[in-house]
T-cell receptor
Framework: GDSVTQMEGPVTLSEEAFLTINCTYT??????LFWYVQYPGEGLQLLLK?????DKGSNKGFEATYRKETTSFHLEKGSVQVSDSAVYFC????????????FGTGTRLQVTL | EAQVTQNPRYLITVTGKKLTVTCSQN?????MSWYRQDPGLGLRQIYY???????DKGDVPEGYKVSRKEKRNFPLILESPSPNQTSLYFC??????????????FGPGTRLTVL
């Protein structure tokens, strides 16, 4: 079945550091890929998405590129802020159904001054 | 405002006392799902519904029930809660739209503690 693997956290960075959170997936078809963010005490918000190979999703300075050849969708940001401290989830959706997202285990990011 | 709402947001109960968590969406979405979030496990799907009166099990359905009598509502029922159902629960809704990747919209979450 489908699966998503994310790097273990927590990730601790200083403000303005470069961020990479790795995400790889296993899927039988051509899934859509997502990054969701969960700020402390809040629900999940869609951060960015990509629906086909080589697409780049971007939002709030975050970027991720759908790499079919490496089955990856790594999240990057050039300069993190304290306000980026949150848990980040990589997820995929099988194109044949809208009924389910398969999530990774989440990566907690803590940014310090 | 397009949204998914859940109630209650926080609930503490005791083993065996039946409870219902409500979920409602105002986007006219066909699909709705329930997930639970546990540390180190991410989010796992409990049940989903593809339309009114159509529901099916997700990955972790044991101990839960759902119903879909109206398109906008998708309540989660715990007939006899147990401590291992202590978790953070999310309701989500979506439409089947390949151009948008079948994006799901999430409610704010319900934190349930079963003593």
């Amino acid at each position: 079945g489908d699966s998503v693997t994310q790097m273990e956290g927590p990730v601790t960075l200083s403000e303005e550091a470069f961020l990479t959170i790795n995400c790889t997936y296993t899927a039988t078809g051509y899934p859509s890929l997502f990054w969701y963010v969960q700020y402390p005490g809040e629900g999940l918000q869609l951060l960015l998405k990509a629906t086909k190979a080589d697409d780049k999703g971007s939002n709030k300075g975050f970027e991720a590129t759908y790499r079919k050849e490496t089955t990856s969708f790594h999240l990057e940001k050039g300069s993190v802020q304290v306000s980026d401290s949150a848990v980040y989830f990589c997820a995929l959706s099988d194109p044949g159904t809208a009924s389910k997202l398969t999530f990774g285990t989440g990566t907690r990011l803590q940014v310090t001054l | 405002e397009a949204q998914v709402t859940q109630n209650p947001r926080y609930l503490i109960t005791v083993t065996g006392k039946k409870l219902t968590v409500t979920c409602s969406q105002n986007m006219n979405h066909e699909y709705m799902s329930w997930y639970r979030q546990d540390p180190g496990l991410g989010l796992r799907q409990i049940y989903y519904s593809m339309n009114v009166e159509v529901t099916d099990k997700g990955d972790v359905p044991e101990g839960y029930k759902v119903s879909r009598k109206e398109k906008r509502n998708f309540p989660l029922i715990l007939e006899s809660p147990s401590p291992n159902q202590t978790s953070l629960y999310f309701c989500a809704s979506s439409i089947r739209d390949g151009r948008r990747g079948n994006e799901q919209f999430f409610g704010p979450g319900t934190r349930l503690t079963v003593l």
